[in-house]
């Protein structure tokens, strides 16, 4: 184990791995795409992957304020990756849904993600990535 992590408590070691995680992600999609999506962008897209919902629903899901998350929705929309329209049932509500371009992306991201996992299983053990999802995946009692 890298000395660094040695002295971390569970919620600060599990902090650190998303973190590098995320960063791994962003920079491996950065450096073969021509299309540069930041984590926060992701993080929506993956809100919005084959749904159609409100600009609310989508901020209250991410934690992000409103304004933060239409600000990182336009940027979306902007590059062509997802498209706002009027709710049809509110006016006054904006639904969001990814583009052909959006959809393709996102599941280039997959892909990477799965190439990364792959990685991580070849190094722990396959056995020891499918425990840790569990672990994971489990009732805290939180």
């Known amino acids: 184990m890298k000395p660094i992590l040695?002295?971390?408590?569970l919620i600060d070691l599990i902090s650190e791995r998303h973190l590098l995680l995320r960063k791994?992600?962003?920079k491996t999609w950065n450096d073969r795409s021509d299309?540069?999506?930041?984590n926060s962008e992701w993080f929506i897209m993956a809100r919005i992957y084959r749904i159609r919902p409100t600009l609310a629903q989508v901020s209250k899901s991410v934690d992000i304020s409103r304004q933060?998350?239409?600000?990182?929705?336009?940027g979306l929309e902007s590059r062509g990756l997802?498209?706002?329209?009027?709710?049809?049932?509110?006016?006054?509500d904006k639904c969001i849904?990814?583009?052909?371009?959006?959809?393709?992306?996102?599941?280039k991201?997959?892909?990477?993600?799965?190439e990364l996992i792959d990685n991580i299983a070849d190094h722990i053990g396959?056995?020891?990535v499918t425990h840790l999802k569990e672990i994971l995946m489990a009732d805290w009692g939180i």
Do not use: F, W
């Open 35 to 38: 299309i540069s999506i930041s």
């Open 24 to 26: 791994i992600t962003e």
């Open 109 to 114: 991201n997959l892909a990477l993600k799965a």
């Open 126 to 128: 396959r056995d020891k």
């Open 97 to 107: 849904s990814m583009t052909t371009l959006g959809e393709e992306c996102y599941e």
């Open 6 to 9: 040695e002295n971390l408590d």
């Open 68 to 74: 933060a998350t239409h600000k990182i929705v336009r």
């Open 82 to 92: 997802v498209i706002i329209e009027d709710s049809t049932e509110n006016n006054k």
